[in-house]
């Protein structure tokens, strides 16, 4: 699995947007980018998962640079419930899967009023 | 609705009696695995499964046990419980193959081991 590198706390204000970028250099052809979020002593909750480009879904959109040596989360619109640790995976397909989650330091996001 | 089920959500205990942390889910899922988390060394795995009767070791798999007898469960079995092992727990499942690219996690389990 591709080594990832993010920054270890960022601080916003409600209602920003929210980018959250993770370093993956040695990052695989077949690799794919998975980002999940941690609220304190819950489970980890899958957000969004990309190759390529741009992805989007309902809670957030995940930038890919055509090199992939990086990615980047947007988050829109931040709220107070926001804050948790956000964490970047790289893997093969199926590496968001219960089967090869190697989860790193991550990156706490602190929202404030 | 789709769901990792954990029991119990807080348990304390003494040293070497041995105790089980059960894990269910209802989606059908190939893959279940188990997961400790401690401050300063993060998520790491403990074992996972594969499917029934296909589990293998994770990353910190030392005093521990797991079983898949049925599709669902996947308990975890701490046989003679110490002190390092009082953490965090958390239960996951997904998909298997290529496709699984989403896991589930329990509401997670705190253990403290006396």
């Known amino acids: 699995l591709a080594k990832t590198t993010q920054p270890i706390s960022m601080d916003s204000y409600e209602g920003q947007e929210v980018n959250i970028t993770c370093s993956h250099n040695?990052?695989?052809?077949?690799?794919?980018i998975t980002w999940y979020q941690q609220f304190p002593s819950q489970g980890p909750r899958f957000i969004i998962q990309?190759?390529?480009t741009k992805v989007t879904n309902e809670v957030a959109s995940l930038f890919i640079p055509a090199d992939r040596k990086s990615s980047t989360l947007s988050l829109p619109r931040v709220s107070l419930s926001d804050t948790a640790v956000y964490y970047c995976l790289v893997g093969r397909p199926g590496s968001g899967s219960a089967r090869q989650l190697t989860f790193g330091s991550g990156t706490q996001l602190t929202v404030l009023p | 609705e789709a769901q990792v089920t954990q029991n119990p959500r807080y348990l304390i205990t003494v040293t070497g009696k041995k105790l089980t942390v059960t894990c269910s889910q209802n989606m059908n899922h190939e893959y279940m695995s188990w997961y400790r988390q401690d401050p300063g060394l993060g998520l790491r795995q403990i074992y996972y499964?594969?499917?029934?009767?296909?589990?293998d070791k994770g990353d910190v798999p030392e005093g521990y046990k797991v079983s898949r007898k049925e599709k669902r469960n996947f308990p975890l079995i701490l046989e003679s419980p110490s002190p390092n092992q009082t953490s965090l727990y958390f239960c996951?499942?997904?998909?298997?193959?290529?496709?699984?690219?989403?896991?589930?996690f329990g509401q997670g389990t705190r253990l403290t081991v006396v």
């Open positions: 040695n990052i695989a052809t077949n690799d794919y």
């Open positions: 499964s594969m499917n029934v009767e296909v589990t």
């Open positions: 990309g190759y390529k």
């Open positions: 996951a499942s997904s998909r298997g193959g290529p496709g699984g690219t989403e896991a589930f």
